[in-house]
C-alpha cells in the first residue's frame, strides 16, 4: 500500500469561497485509482470524484478533480453550506487500498 | 436500488468475540466486491478488506490480517466481519462498502453501509 498525504488538515474558508485540497500520493499511481470522498458528521461516506475527475452519479459540478502522477486535487469552486465536511482521498491497487487522513472544510 | 444495510450498535467487553453484518440488496453480491472500513472516534478512515463473494478471494491490510475475519453468506447477500477476542482499541464505527466495477467507477467504493458502532470497554 501508498501512503496518501492530505494537506491542509484543516481550512477555514466562507461560504461562497473556492477550496482547493491536496492529495500527494507516496508512489505515482496511474490516475484511474484516485478517489475522493465526503464525510459529514454522524454519516457515511460519499463517493465524489473516481478517476481522478470523473463525478459520481448526482455530485453537483462545482467539485472538480484534477492531477496526475503523485499530486491530485479536489477543487470546491464555490462553497455551499452543506459542503462543510471532511474530505478523503483513495487510492486502489492491487495490494490493496489506502485512504488519507482527511481535510476538515470548516466555516470561517 | 442498491443497499447495504448493516447491523446495530454493540456494546462489549474485552476478550468477547462479535460478528457484524452487512446485508446488500438490488444488485447481484456475488459479482461485487465488499469493502471493510474502521474508522476509530475522532480520526480518519481505514482500509481493513475487501472480499470477492464470487470466488470467496480475500485481500487483507497488513494492519488487519490475523485480527479480523471476514466471510459472507451468498445465498442472503451478507458479508460479515468478526472478532474472536475484542480489545478496547477494536472501539469504532465500522462501515461496509461495495466496491465498484472497473466500468462504473473504476473500483472506487460507490455504496456504503450506515456504519456498525462498536463499543468495547469493561
Known amino acids: 500500500e501508498g501512503v496518501l498525504t492530505q494537506s491542509p488538515g484543516t481550512v477555514s474558508l466562507s461560504p461562497g469561497e473556492r477550496a482547493t485540497l491536496s492529495c500527494r500520493t507516496s508512489q505515482s499511481l496511474s490516475n484511474s485509482f484516485l478517489a475522493w470522498y465526503q464525510q459529514k458528521p454522524g454519516q457515511a461516506p460519499r463517493l465524489l470524484i473516481y478517476r481522478t475527475s470523473s463525478r459520481a452519479t448526482g455530485i453537483p459540478d462545482r467539485f472538480s478533480g484534477s492531477g496526475s502522477g503523485t499530486d491530485f486535487t479536489l477543487t470546491i469552486s464555490s462553497l455551499e453550506p452543506e459542503d462543510f465536511a471532511v474530505y478523503y482521498c483513495?487510492?486502489?491497487?492491487?495490494?490493496?487500498?489506502?485512504f488519507g487522513l482527511g481535510t476538515k472544510v470548516e466555516v470561517k | 436500488e442498491v443497499q447495504l444495510v448493516q447491523s446495530g450498535v454493540e456494546v462489549k467487553k474485552p476478550g468477547e468475540s462479535l460478528r457484524i453484518s452487512c446485508k446488500t440488496s438490488g444488485y447481484s453480491f456475488a459479482n461485487y466486491w465488499i469493502a471493510w472500513v474502521r474508522q476509530m472516534p475522532g480520526k480518519g478512515l481505514e482500509w481493513m478488506a475487501t472480499?470477492?463473494?464470487?470466488?470467496?478471494?480475500?485481500t487483507y491490510s497488513p494492519s488487519f490480517q490475523g485480527q479480523v475475519t471476514i466471510s459472507a453468506n451468498k445465498s442472503i447477500s451478507t458479508a460479515y466481519l468478526q472478532w474472536s477476542s475484542l480489545k478496547a482499541s477494536d472501539t469504532a464505527t465500522y462501515y461496509c462498502?461495495?466496491?465498484?466495477?472497473?466500468?462504473?467507477?473504476?473500483?472506487?467504493?460507490?455504496?456504503w453501509g450506515q456504519g456498525t458502532k462498536v463499543i468495547v470497554s469493561p
Open positions: 472480499f470477492y463473494p464470487g470466488d470467496s478471494e480475500i
Open positions: 462498502a461495495r466496491r465498484c466495477s472497473r466500468g462504473d467507477c473504476f473500483y472506487a467504493f460507490d455504496i
Open positions: 483513495h487510492q486502489y491497487s492491487r495490494s490493496g487500498d489506502t
